[in-house]
């Protein structure tokens, strides 16, 4: 039997914006995989925290604050630390284009903006998680 994708859907920092990431948690559900919502104002280390006592595949992250780099940047860094790079991580939101090389020099493997077909986000996943 093949283990399904666990996935960690996460609110870093202040924003109050759910729709998205619930939008997105409900896909990666229908498309059969295990979904952990951390729900709002998570701190980078309570999502690493969840994803590692989760044994999460994924994490998604999604930001519409403005605080992206820091956030994002921040959970990868941690995620180093504990020896759990093999967590594909996964962002979202509304992130400006000029941004995305700086979140993924810091280990964001891919960053969806406002209008991704949820489709292709649920192929990304499939076609790069770590089995």
Same mark, same amino acid.
């Given at each position: 039997? #093949? ?50 006592? &989760? ?27 504990? #020896?759990? &790079? ?10 400006? &284009? ?34």
């Amino acid at each position: 039997m #093949n283990k399904k994708i666990r996935v960690v859907i996460a609110k870093p920092g202040l924003d109050g914006h759910d729709r998205g990431a619930k939008v997105i948690a409900r896909a990666c559900r229908d498309a059969g995989m295990e979904v952990i919502y951390t729900g709002l104002r998570q701190t980078p280390e309570q999502i690493v925290e969840t994803a590692l006592q &989760e044994d999460a595949d994924v994490i998604g992250l999604s930001s519409l604050s403005g605080a992206h780099e820091h956030l994002f940047s921040r959970v990868c860094e941690l995620l180093r630390e504990k #020896n759990a &790079e093999d967590i594909l991580v996964i962002g979202g939101g509304v992130i400006p &284009e000029d941004d995305i090389p700086a979140l993924e020099k810091a280990g964001v493997k891919k960053v969806f903006t406002p209008g991704t077909p949820t489709k292709e986000i649920i192929e990304y996943i499939k076609a790069n998680v770590k089995k």
